[in-house]
């Protein structure tokens, strides 16, 4: 019994190293746990698929990917840009350059939820260096009503529970 210590003399855990820890050949490499899931380690910088994989079933599955570079994927190996949320294929398709910061893909239907508070509003602000909140879109929970504002302005178009429509106004 005892600890290990590699680089120290005193470990605190049952193994300790202090230093960098080489991978040898730069293949996939696998820190398995007590359910086998896994953190798998691809350490080759030349291949496309460098970077840190985590894997629930022993490697069959890739539930998320820290790819080099910055991009993560989840669901995926191959992320289309910096977060890309992958169900299932869309087909061969991939992001629009100018707008694929978050990538959410599927064979069906796809979407984004907003949970809040039934007396909150959950919002998409568009901002730029000179204003936060140039264009907003929000929905108010409280008024069941969805707004859409420009340049921090009252709602310029809302849409009211029963079908109303302001344009306008409030």
């Given at each position: 019994g005892g600890n290990v210590g590699i680089g120290t003399d005193n470990p605190g855990e049952l193994l300790e190293v202090d230093?960098?820890?080489?991978?040898g050949d730069g293949t996939h490499r696998n820190i398995i746990?007590?359910?086998n899931a896994t953190l798998g380690?691809?350490?080759?910088?030349?291949?496309?698929n460098?970077?840190?994989?985590?894997?629930?079933?022993?490697?069959?599955?890739?539930?998320?990917?820290?790819?080099?570079?910055?991009?993560?994927g989840i669901g995926t190996t191959n992320p289309n840009n910096t977060l890309h949320v992958h169900t299932a294929s869309a087909g061969s398709v991939t992001a629009d350059t100018d707008r694929d910061d978050l990538?959410?893909?599927?064979?069906?239907?796809?979407?984004?939820?907003f949970l809040s508070p039934n007396t909150d509003k959950a919002?998409?602000?568009?901002?730029?260096?000179?204003?936060?909140?140039?264009?907003?879109?929000?929905?108010?929970?409280?008024?069941?009503?969805?707004?859409?504002?420009?340049n921090n302005t009252d709602n310029l178009l809302t849409v009211q529970n029963g079908g109303?429509?302001?344009?306008?106004?409030?």
């Open positions: 230093g960098n820890i080489r991978l746990g007590p359910t380690i691809y350490a080759n910088p030349n291949d496309s460098e970077g840190i994989k985590f894997s629930t079933d022993g490697g069959t599955t890739i539930e998320m990917f820290l790819q080099d570079g910055g991009k993560v990538v959410i893909e599927n064979s069906t239907n796809v979407g984004l939820t919002a998409i602000a568009f901002g730029d260096p000179q204003n936060s909140r140039v264009g907003l879109i929000t929905y108010d929970h409280a008024h069941d009503s969805l707004a859409i504002r420009t109303e429509v302001g344009i306008g106004g409030t």
